[in-house]
């Protein structure tokens, strides 16, 4: 079902830091930020040859990542994205395997213009995982 590693986002307090450090000291190719009100976050995509890294920061009152960081006040590594073929088909598998579908199951639309469901971190290992659709 899970196909390849779309990308790893990282939380990060200061997002302009965050993108020059990844430009400058790095060397990696750093995209504008891009505000995503529908998500509570603000997000600059670095392209990898094989992947991507979401550097996140949070948007407006209610951000879902203030509290990571709170917890995290230095950022960290916040969750990971994997593809999937049919997203419904994804969290209907996920749910009858008795995994907690974030929000309320509907897919949202995600920084690339395509669906994306978030999955409870408790039940993956402590890890936040998001699945996109290509
Ligand atoms: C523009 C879209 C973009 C894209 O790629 O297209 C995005 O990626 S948007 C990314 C931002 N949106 C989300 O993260 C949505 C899903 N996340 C959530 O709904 C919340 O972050 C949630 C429910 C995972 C955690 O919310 P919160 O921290 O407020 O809840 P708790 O404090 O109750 O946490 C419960 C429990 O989980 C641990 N936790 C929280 N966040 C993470 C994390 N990122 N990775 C691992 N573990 C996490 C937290 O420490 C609590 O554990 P406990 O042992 O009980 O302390
Ligand atoms: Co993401």
Do not use: W
């Not at 505000?35 to 407006?60: A, M, R, S, W």
């Not at 395997?97 to 408790?122: C, E, N």
């Amino acid at each position: 079902m899970i196909g390849k590693l779309n990308h790893v986002a990282i939380a990060v307090p200061d997002l302009g830091a965050a993108a020059a450090q990844y430009r400058d000291t790095l060397g990696a190719h750093v995209n504008p930020p891009q505000d995503e009100p529908d998500h509570g976050v603000t997000v600059v995509f670095i392209d990898l040859p094989n992947t991507k890294i979401e550097l996140l920061h949070p948007l407006g009152d209610d951000s879902p990542i203030a509290g990571f960081l709170a917890k995290n006040p230095s950022g960290g590594i916040h969750h990971i994205c994997y593809e999937v073929d049919d997203i419904m088909a994804a969290r209907d598998r996920l749910t009858a395997a008795g995994a907690r579908v974030l929000g309320d199951g509907t897919p949202k639309i995600g920084a690339h213009g395509k669906p994306v469901l978030f999955l409870h971190p408790k039940d993956f290992t402590g890890t936040l995982v998001e699945l996109e659709q290509v």
